[in-house]
């Protein structure tokens, strides 16, 4: 069974902290997603990578960076983060275009 | 370039009913079409998939879609609704040649059931 953690649910920070949020997926995937959701607008790419080292922008990518060693950890990083970063993280993991499998999600809130 | 369009942002049925969730998708190369469904906090959870062969597709909680090439749906459907089905559903489109390949999703259907 594919297992995608992220190291937390719920995280509080406040307005120019640097986050990390980290997310490890067991099922050796090549390729790994990092989405932000919020009310009314659905999932945004925020960045993904679909081998180590390797990353590409996703939709809005401004504010965020990644970081990917491993090929199980793909991390997320919130330089500074803003009130305006205030949201649902989902990480995900695929293989090839087939199927993305998510993590349960981490709420962020900047205050 | 692909996109996805699902249609309607809320649909309410009551328990027992038919439940139709449309989604509409474009797409210049064979898709790979998905439906999600997110419980409130969670994480987004696979139904159903298409890749190829069979156009009529079965999935968990017995739900169903049918891959209609002609009209560029997958509507998502279920004979009688529970009030477990109460969730957030997101269609999904993604091109099956490519190996690093981005999943495009709608803007995803809230569905409430009435008891």
């Known amino acids: 069974d594919v297992k995608v953690t992220q190291s937390s649910r719920y995280l509080v920070k406040r307005t120019g902290e640097k986050v990390f949020l980290e997310c490890v997926q067991d099922?050796?995937?090549?390729?790994m997603f990092w989405y932000r959701q919020d009310p009314g607008l659905g999932l945004r790419l925020i960045y993904f990578?679909?081998?180590?080292?390797?990353?590409e922008k996703g939709d809005i990518p401004e504010g965020y960076s990644v970081s990917r060693e491993k090929k199980e950890r793909f991390s997320l990083i919130l330089e500074s983060a803003s009130t305006n970063q205030t949201s649902m993280y989902l990480c995900?993991?695929?293989?090839?275009?087939?199927?993305?499998?998510f993590g349960p999600g981490t709420r962020l809130t900047v205050t | 370039a692909q996109s996805v369009t699902q249609l309607g942002s809320h649909v309410s049925v009551s328990e027992g009913a038919l439940v139709l969730l449309r989604c509409n998708y474009s797409?210049?190369?064979?898709?790979?079409l998905f439906w999600y469904v997110q419980y409130p906090n969670q994480g987004l959870q696979l139904l159903l998939k298409?890749?190829?062969?069979?156009?009529l597709v079965k999935g968990i909680n017995g739900f169903e879609a049918e891959f209609k090439k002609s009209e560029t749906s997958f509507h998502l459907t279920k004979p009688s609704a529970h009030m477990s089905d109460a969730a957030e559903y997101f269609c999904?489109?993604?091109?099956?040649?490519?190996?690093?390949?981005?999943?495009?999703f709608g803007s995803g259907t809230r569905l409430s059931i009435r008891p």
């Open positions: 797409s210049s190369v064979p898709p790979y």
């Open positions: 995900a993991s695929s293989w090839g275009a087939d199927e993305q499998y």
């Open positions: 099922m050796d995937h090549e390729n």
């Open positions: 999904a489109v993604s091109p099956f040649y490519s190996s690093a390949s981005k999943i495009i």
């Open positions: 990578s679909y081998d180590v080292k390797m990353k």
């Open positions: 298409y890749t190829t062969g069979a156009t």
